[in-house]
């Protein structure tokens, strides 16, 4: 059974920064694709930045150059979203996805339970 757990979300100023971790564990042979997806209220859930197994990232263009998407090196079965510059519109549930391969299940999509973060004066 697989399992993320997402953490750091919360409540920042305009102009701040924060910090969003999500660690995968269980029976893994490997991670496809790792990313992170919003979701503010009365909107679509979208995708804001994703990493592939080789290492390549793409970004949302409403955050481009503020956040960063990276992983743990050793295991990478973690995956980090620093976001810097925050605006208020950048408000909303984020969610952190992985497609992920185990032997008993094949390859499939796994989410976090999701984490709130609020960008207010």
């Known amino acids: 059974q697989v399992q993320l757990m997402e953490s750091g979300g919360g409540l920042v100023q305009p102009g701040g920064s924060l910090r969003l971790s999500c660690a995968a564990s269980?029976?893994?042979?490997?991670?496809?694709?790792m990313g992170w997806y919003r979701q503010a209220p009365g909107k679509q859930r979208e995708l804001v930045a994703i990493?592939?197994?080789?290492?390549?990232?793409?970004y949302v263009d409403s955050v481009e150059g503020r956040f960063t998407i990276s992983r743990n090196n050793a295991t990478k079965t973690m995956v980090y979203l620093q976001m810097n510059s925050l605006k208020p519109e950048d408000t909303a549930v984020y969610y952190c996805?992985?497609?992920?391969?185990?032997?008993?299940?094949?390859?499939?999509?796994?989410w976090g339970q999701g984490t709130q973060v609020t960008v207010s004066s």
């Open positions: 996805h992985m497609n992920i391969h185990t032997w008993s299940t094949g390859v499939r999509d796994y």
């Open positions: 269980g029976n893994i042979v490997s991670i496809n694709l």
């Open positions: 990493m592939t197994r080789d290492g390549s990232v793409n």
